[in-house]
């Protein structure tokens, strides 16, 4: 794909990183094939081809319209199509770069605007998601049924017993996840004792970025991942952790990307480089450990997997979780489509309702068709908008491990 970028964007940041994945594309379409809302749609801009055409009339004309911005919105930012790609195409950096200088030429609504605001005003900040969790709680009988459906039930666990350990591994608290799914934590806490690694808690560090990056907001994402940094620098400067563990998949693909988001940034560059190589997602640990006290028998539940779109696609990691759970003696049910997004995509699911919603019908249908006892992923994200609509249990997979380890 040629390009010839306008002059007003030469100095803005990665431009030429952005020409070289835009000419990286050979435009030969196999991402339609496994783009979510293309299968909805069939519109050829609401896929990473059609996408890609819009970001790169945009970068050679200067201009861009609310119908461009409008498709680049129902993105999911999956990745499947990086999945899919022969040419190896860069398509969600290209998408980032694409909706950060759109957010900046198009002017959204007083409402939109403000909404998107709030969105990252709360999520991102544990004590203020937890203050509105409370109150949807307290008041869930009184609102409508489709916000309701969206308030988490109340958590009961107990915590875990982490004793202290030679190994050790930081662990992010995360923003979200331990408002409405902190059981994650604590059973990965209590595995992780009983093969003899210590978690270390830092409560200081607070939201990965992600929210604040996936809504164009780039400097409130940048200050949120060299927050964490300093949070976990002292910890890793002397060398008392193995790696930094990640329960939340959406949460991982960010953090591993801290040394691409700030390779620019001279006080942080290097750091971020660190970080990011120590991060790793749970099942990238566990996979090295010797699991024999966690294997189960012929009754354990059926259940159905749902790998996230930013395990699979983002971390590269598909078929992992699938293979661990398999080798304990997990009953794995076989399912349809598994590289499709159920539709939660980090906010995706408030602000594209209608998109999101058929999604997530599509795929408990297929989570579903076996009859699970269980419903099982490695994301909150997806936890949450699959237990809006499942009628069984939706857990994170290592509370498996920990349930079945107490059995």
């Given at each position: 794909m040629q390009t010839n970028i306008h002059s007003q964007f030469e100095n803005t940041p990665k431009i030429k990183e952005t020409e070289d994945i835009l000419r990286s594309c050979v435009h030969c379409g196999f991402c339609t094939a496994t783009c979510p809302t293309y299968q909805l749609t069939g519109d050829e801009l609401d896929g990473p081809r059609g996408r890609i055409y819009l970001i790169k009339q945009l970068l050679e004309s200067g201009k861009v319209t609310e119908k461009t911005q409008l498709h680049l919105d129902r993105c999911l930012t999956c990745r499947s199509c990086e999945t899919t790609c022969?040419?190896?195409?860069?398509?969600?950096?290209?998408?980032?770069?694409?909706?950060?200088?759109?957010e900046k030429m198009v002017p959204r609504g007083y409402w939109e605007k403000f909404s998107r605001w709030l969105l990252r005003k709360i999520i991102s900040y544990s004590e203020r998601?937890?203050?509105?969790?409370?109150?949807?709680?307290?008041?869930?009988?009184?609102?409508?049924?489709?916000?309701?459906?969206?308030?988490?039930?109340?958590?009961?666990?107990?915590?875990?017993?982490?004793?202290?350990?030679?190994?050790?591994?930081?662990?992010?608290?995360?923003?979200?996840?331990?408002?409405?799914?902190?059981?994650?934590?604590?059973?990965?806490?209590n595995v992780l004792n009983k093969l003899g690694i210590e978690l270390i808690e830092t409560k200081k560090a607070g939201c990965c970025g992600a929210v604040s990056h996936h809504l164009s907001a780039e400097d409130e994402a940048l200050d949120f991942m060299?927050?964490?940094?300093?949070?976990?620098?002292?910890?890793?400067?002397?060398?008392?952790?193995?790696?930094?563990?990640?329960?939340?998949?959406?949460?991982?693909?960010?953090?591993?990307?801290?040394?691409?988001?700030?390779?620019?940034?001279?006080?942080?560059?290097?750091?971020?480089?660190?970080?990011?190589s120590l991060a790793k997602?749970?099942?990238?640990?566990?996979?090295?450990?010797?699991?024999?006290?966690?294997?189960?028998?012929?009754?354990?539940?059926?259940?159905?997997?749902q790998s996230p779109c930013t395990l699979q696609h983002g971390q590269q990691l598909s078929g992992q979780v699938e293979a661990l759970l398999s080798d304990l003696g997990f009953q794995l049910l076989p399912m349809k489509d598994p590289h499709?997004?159920?539709?939660?995509?980090?906010?995706?699911?408030?602000?594209?309702?209608?998109?999101s919603q058929k999604l997530l019908n599509n795929k408990l249908a297929n989570l579903t068709q076996h009859q699970p006892d269980i419903i099982a992923t490695a994301n909150v994200g997806c936890q949450l908008h699959l237990s809006t609509q499942a009628t069984i249990p939706v857990k994170h997979w290592i509370e498996l491990l920990d349930s079945m380890s107490n059995t």
């Open positions: 022969p040419s190896g195409v860069q398509y969600g950096k290209l998408i980032d770069i694409g909706r950060f200088i759109t998601m937890a203050m509105i969790v409370w109150f949807g709680q307290l008041f869930k009988i009184f609102l409508p049924k489709s916000l309701a459906r969206k308030v988490p039930d109340k958590s009961f666990f107990e915590a875990s017993s982490m004793t202290s350990h030679e190994r050790k591994m930081l662990i992010l608290d995360g923003c979200a996840q331990r408002v409405v799914t902190p059981a994650t934590n604590v059973a990965t806490a060299r927050h964490n940094i300093d949070v976990w620098w002292p910890f890793i400067e002397e060398n008392k952790v193995e790696a930094l563990v990640v329960t939340a998949s959406g949460c991982g693909v960010t953090i591993k990307e801290y040394g691409s988001y700030l390779e620019h940034d001279a006080n942080y560059a290097e750091k971020a480089s660190v970080v990011s997602d749970l099942v990238e640990i566990l996979s090295q450990e010797n699991l024999t006290d966690f294997k189960v028998d012929a009754t354990s539940p059926k259940i159905s997997y499709l997004c159920c539709g939660s995509a980090g906010t995706y699911s408030l602000l594209q309702a209608d998109f």
